[in-house]
C-alpha cells in the first residue's frame, strides 16, 4: 500500500497551456520620497516680487523664474541637477487669515541617476513671515522605467533668503 501512494505522489502532472503568458506591470502605489533643494538659475528670465511697495529697478526685487534641483529620491537616487529643473510660471501675493504668503506654481522635469526623466507640476505656498512653504507636485509618465507612471507628492520645505535656496522634503506615492 505504502509502495502504491508512493508511485501515485510521484507521477508527474501534464499541464497544457492553451493561451501564452504575458507578463503586465501592475498599476500599484508605491511610496516616493524626497529630500531635494532648489538653486536658482541666475540666467533664467527674472520675474517681478509681486508685493506692492517694491522697487522696480532695485534687482532684489526680483527672483529667477527657473530652479535646478539636487538631491535624492526614492525610484531615481541622486537626481541629475542639471536635468532637473523647476521653472516658475506664476507668482502671486496672497492674504489668508491676514498672513502674507508667496504663491507659486509651475512645470519641471526630473531626472534620475540612470537619465531616466519625467515632467511635473507643482505650486507652493511660502509664509513672508518664516520662510517656510508647504506645496504638492504631480508627476507624470516619462522616459525608461517612468513610462506610464504617475504620481503625487505633498512638500514641506523652507527658504534660505540669504543663500538664495530653498530645500524641502517630499513624501507620496508613484503608480
Not at 522696480?56 to 536635468?83: C, E, F, Q, R
Not at 518664516?130 to 507636485?137: A, L, P, S
Amino acid at each position: 500500500m505504502v509502495l502504491m501512494i508512493m508511485l501515485v505522489a510521484c507521477t508527474k502532472d501534464h499541464f497544457v497551456q492553451e493561451e501564452p503568458l504575458l507578463l503586465k506591470k501592475a498599476k500599484v502605489q508605491v511610496p516616493m520620497k524626497a529630500d531635494f533643494c532648489a538653486t536658482p538659475d541666475l540666467d533664467s528670465p527674472m520675474m517681478p516680487i509681486p508685493i506692492p511697495g517694491l522697487d522696480p529697478l532695485d534687482p532684489k526685487s526680483y527672483l529667477p523664474s527657473k530652479m535646478n534641483v539636487s538631491g535624492t529620491a526614492t525610484h531615481m537616487g541622486n537626481v541629475i541637477p542639471d536635468l532637473s529643473v523647476c521653472e516658475v510660471e506664476t507668482l502671486v501675493l496672497v492674504v489668508e487669515d491676514g498672513q502674507y504668503f508667496l504663491k507659486q506654481a509651475g512645470t519641471g522635469t526630473m531626472t534620475a541617476a540612470n537619465g531616466d526623466s519625467y515632467p511635473i507640476t507643482w505650486w507652493g505656498k511660502t509664509s513672508m513671515v518664516d520662510w517656510t512653504y508647504i506645496g504638492e507636485v504631480t508627476m507624470y509618465s516619462g522616459t525608461g522605467k517612468f513610462v506610464g507612471m504617475s504620481g503625487v507628492v505633498d512638500m514641506i520645505g523652507a527658504v534660505d533668503p540669504v543663500n538664495g535656496t530653498n530645500c524641502w522634503k517630499a513624501d507620496g506615492y508613484m503608480e
